[in-house]
Nanobody
């Protein structure tokens, strides 16, 4: 059972990145998948989440209208499209899976975690 996060990098303010979270060893259809981020010295916070069954989504206020979370059933993969990036979006981004979709805001309910991918927004 593994989640593999990728797609991070260095981008200028106003730029875009797309993160990917690929699952192996299990199917995501019964899970809620969340993207979290953690900046140095700060707590890990949820950024966005998608309930695989039905596709309902959640976004933190700080990323609404800039980030879009989506899924690809065939590839068992979740994406986070990040547009209009700001320096304050700089963090390590993690994806995680939670088998209880009604607890998507509870970080302690996420059973499986990817390894994290660094996103740096700087000119």
């Amino acid at each position: 059972v593994q989640l593999q996060a990728s797609g991070g990098g260095l981008v200028q303010p106003g730029g875009s990145l797309r993160l990917s979270c690929a699952a192996s060893g299990f199917t995501l259809k019964d899970y809620v998948i969340g993207w979290f981020r953690q900046a140095p010295g700060k707590e890990r916070d949820i950024v966005a989440a998608i309930i695989w069954s039905g596709g309902a989504t959640y976004y933190a206020d700080s990323v609404k209208d800039r980030f879009t979370i989506s899924r690809d059933n065939a590839k068992n993969t979740v994406y986070l499209q990040m547009n209009s990036l700001k320096p304050e979006d700089t963090a390590v981004y993690y994806c995680a899976a939670n088998s209880r979709p009604n607890t998507l805001l509870r970080i302690d309910r996420y059973n499986y975690w990817g390894q994290g991918t660094q996103v740096t927004v700087s000119s």
